[in-house]
């Protein structure tokens, strides 16, 4: 089974404070994700990684960066945290569509990161 | 960028009732369309998706159909139950760059 890890799954941070979260995934996957989810808002695309050191914007990657120093590993950077960024974080991995892995373009999610920041 | 819209945003239906979704992107050079299925406090997970080149696709209950000229789709589940409550997105997807729509919360009343 893939399996696409968060490292925490609940944190709270104060404003200003920097916050690193960080996602794994064990398939080897080139595409990465990060979104972040609210209620009525559906998932909003954060950042893309198609590849080590490629990187992407997405829809809302203001007060965003991300960093993919290892195929295996995708970082999302909040360099000062707001408090319109309390959210939940989802992270989530695919193969390129135009590879020849099993289920290309279906991505696999993380279990989420609640942020909130006071 | 892309945008994808989603209708209705809620969504109730009588056991074995049929439920129907529609979503429409913008940008036609999207190729790949999945439909997520999220149960509460769980992750989103594939349910179904269709490509640019195929007008309909099946998968017991659950069914996608596609109109590239109108840059619609949708998703129709039929006899529906209790355990197909959730909240369900459409997304489009080009050059591997997923776009989610807002969400779909279905509530199927027993």
């Known amino acids: 089974d893939v399996k696409v890890t968060q490292s925490s799954r609940y944190l709270v941070k104060r404003t200003g404070e920097k916050v690193f979260l960080e996602c794994v995934q064990d398939m080897d996957h080139e595409n990465m994700f990060w979104y972040r989810q609210d209620p009525g808002l559906g998932l909003r695309l954060i950042y893309f990684s198609y590849d080590v050191k490629m990187k992407e914007k997405g829809d809302i990657p203001e007060g965003y960066s991300v960093s993919r120093e290892k195929k295996e590993r995708f970082s999302l950077i909040l360099e000062s945290a707001s408090t319109n960024q309390t959210s939940m974080y989802l992270c989530a991995s695919s193969y390129l569509s135009s590879g020849r892995g099993p289920n290309t373009g279906e991505l696999f999610f993380g279990e989420g990161s609640r942020l909130t920041v006071l | 960028g892309e945008n994808v819209e989603q209708h209705p945003s809620t969504l109730s239906v009588q056991e074995g009732d049929s439920a129907v979704i529609k979503c429409t992107y913008s940008?036609?050079?999207?190729?790949?369309f999945p439909w997520y299925k999220q149960e509460l406090g769980k992750r989103p997970q594939l349910i179904i998706d269709?490509?640019?080149?195929?007008g309909e696709k099946k998968d017991q209950r659950i069914a996608v159909t596609l109109n590239k000229t109108a840059k619609h789709f949708s998703l129709h589940i039929t006899e529906t139950q209790p355990e197909d409550s959730a909240v369900y997105f459409c997304?489009?997807?080009?050059?591997?760059?997923?776009?989610f729509g807002p969400g779909t919360s279905l509530s199927v009343i027993p």
């Open positions: 997304a489009a997807s080009w050059y591997d760059k997923v776009i």
């Open positions: 940008d036609s050079a999207s190729n790949y």
């Open positions: 269709i490509r640019s080149n195929v």
